[in-house]
């Protein structure tokens, strides 16, 4: 399979046949490959958006870039898979970072035991990828435009560990509490991140910052995985390989080892593509 993804930058206008007007600037969408008409960006637009009476589109100052898929709505992108491949998505225990599995509660009713959790294995995923941004939080409305009901919901950071900087994890993106509390009202079957976990700082701050302030989204994304676990969602951190996978249209399996799992333990991590 060819790893090269592509998406579209443009900026659109659009004029409607009962009146009316919608123009956008720097808008990108997931694209078929690197050659791309005008007409044909105009169509991806006016079916991402579902736009009704559209009439005209204008498309000016298209960009082509070499970035993953995010899944746009109405697009052609990776998720069309011909053939089946297997992505591994662990890190060994090699310099100290290895894919882990946090299990969800066992006091929680509704949480699964650990016999079940062997069972999270062959769910449908979704990638949401949070590439590019400046801020480190992962906040709702990023996972607004996404179905992730009974979904392996994988968030693609483009975080890496820094073997030489042990407080390389400190500056990790992370869930805000409102994201998580949204995220279990949506009921997905696993969350995983390529990040050392969901959660924000590490070192105990709490929101307490260097200059002796208090952030409440940062205090805050220390409830993010309590908050999962306490609904019954097992998290997956640092996973690797998002990059590889399609948005949509694969299974993800993560293998946790026979035995207690009552607190964070290895797994092998790895996705199905295509069929």
């Known amino acids: 399979m060819n790893s090269e ?3 579209v930058q443009f900026d659109a206008e659009v004029t409607f046949t009962n009146g009316g007007a919608l123009q956008a600037q720097e808008f990108r969408l997931d694209a078929p490959g690197p050659r791309i008409s005008d007409g044909e960006v105009g169509e991806l637009f006016v079916r991402h958006l579902g736009l009704l009476m559209a009439g005209e589109v204008a ?7 070499r970035e ?5 709505r109405g697009t052609v992108g990776a998720e069309r898979q011909h053939g089946r491949r297997v992505v591994d998505l662990s890190r060994t225990a090699d310099g100290g970072v290895a894919t882990r599995l946090e299990p969800p509660a066992p006091a929680h009713p509704s949480a699964p035991t650990f016999e079940l959790l062997s069972l999270l294995a062959d769910l449908d995923g979704v990638v949401v990828r949070v590439l590019g941004g400046s801020a480190r939080e992962i906040e709702r409305e990023v996972l607004l435009p996404y179905d992730l009901t009974g979904k392996a919901v994988l968030l693609h950071t483009g975080w890496e560990p820094d073997e030489a900087d042990e407080q390389s994890g400190h500056e990790a993106p992370f869930l805000t509490a409102d994201a998580a509390e949204w995220l279990v009202r949506q009921r997905p079957a696993l969350v995983g991140i390529d990040a050392p976990g969901v959660d924000g700082t590490s070192d105990g701050s709490h929101g ?3 200059d002796g302030t208090h952030d409440d989204a ?24 998002l990059e590889q996978l399609p948005p949509h249209g694969f299974r993800f399996h993560a293998v946790p080892p026979v035995g207690d799992a009552s607190g964070a333990c290895p797994v092998r991590a790895y996705a199905v593509v295509g069929s």
Do not use: E
């Open 5 to 7: 993804q592509w998406r």
């Open 59 to 65: 498309i000016s100052n298209k960009q082509l870039l």
């Open 68 to 72: 993953p898929h995010k899944g746009s």
């Open 208 to 210: 307490d910052t260097n």
């Open 218 to 241: 940062i205090a805050g994304a220390h409830r993010a995985r309590t908050t999962l676990s306490a609904a019954g969602i097992p998290v997956v951190r640092h996973l690797r390989g």
